[in-house]
């Protein structure tokens, strides 16, 4: 297994010494990645089932969609197909400016 962009031990604003810095990415880069690592390193053309738990899980939506007929199978678990919404899109609005707000922030060139 591998860790997503921005994820675990993957690289990322935080260990890259780039922080705000660091190139700008979205969902649809990390399935483009996945995609690669499966064609590209492991040379596949199709897999019998492709699962992923949580946000793994909204990659598997994801890659189902933009790759249709890539897998046999989809197995997302722990996910929903939707974009965050309602009371859960509030708080992630709240932590963000609350980290934002903050004066170590310093835009994204944080030093902690």
């Known amino acids: 297994m591998r860790d ?3 994820h675990g031990n993957s690289s990322k604003p935080s260990n890259t010494g780039l922080r705000a810095s ?3 990415y979205q969902y649809p ?3 483009r990645a996945d ?3 499966l064609t590209d390193h492991f040379g596949l053309n199709r897999t019998r089932l492709t699962l992923g738990v949580s946000m793994g899980g ?3 939506w994801m890659m189902g969609a933009e790759y249709p007929g890539f897998s046999d199978a989809l197995m997302p678990i722990a996910t929903s197909p939707v974009e965050v919404a309602g009371h859960n899109r509030l708080f992630r609005k709240f932590i963000t400016e609350l980290i934002t707000l ?3 922030w310093k835009g994204g060139d944080y030093e902690e």
């Open 4 to 6: 997503a962009i921005g």
């Open 22 to 24: 660091f190139p700008k």
């Open 29 to 31: 880069d990390m399935i």
């Open 35 to 37: 995609d690669l690592l």
């Open 58 to 60: 909204m990659h598997i």
């Open 102 to 104: 903050d004066l170590a």
